[in-house]
Nanobody
Framework: QVQLVESGGGLVQAGGSLRLSCVASGRTFSGYLMGWFRQAPGKEREFVAGINWSYGYTYYADSVKGRYTISRDNAKNTVSLQMNSLKSEDTAVYYC???????????????WGQGTLVTVSS
């Protein structure tokens, strides 16, 4: 059974940085797309970033390009999200996800973590 456990959320001032980590277990993730989604209060969940587990190709939402960096450590089965220049609109619950896929113009995933809250104060 796939398990995704996030850590690293918290409160940060606008302009600051946070690093989220996700430890994945339960299967081999070779060939998978791993990534992060977020859901702000009153809004739908949205794709943030994705990375190919085997080759490291990355994908980003336009809203975070140039500020966020996704990476993976295959030896530690960990996917990380470095978030810089944070804005109040980045406030959300961030979810680690595995087996990302694209359905039309939107992203979805087969497996989800429990989420970690990021709050950016202005």
């Amino acid at each position: 059974q796939v398990q995704l456990v996030e850590s690293g959320g918290g409160l940060v001032q606008a302009g600051g940085s946070l690093r989220l980590s996700c430890v994945a277990s339960g299967r081999t993730f070779s060939g998978y797309l791993m990534g992060w989604f977020r859901q702000a209060p009153g809004k739908e969940r949205e794709f943030v970033a994705g990375i190919n587990w085997s080759y490291g190709y990355t994908y980003y939402a336009d809203s975070v390009k140039g500020r966020y960096t996704i990476s993976r450590d295959n030896a530690k089965n960990t996917v990380s999200l470095q978030m810089n220049s944070l804005k109040s609109e980045d406030t959300a619950v961030y979810y680690c996800a595995a087996n990302l896929y694209r359905g039309g113009s939107s992203w979805n995933a087969g497996y989800w973590g429990q989420g970690t809250l990021v709050t950016v104060s202005s």
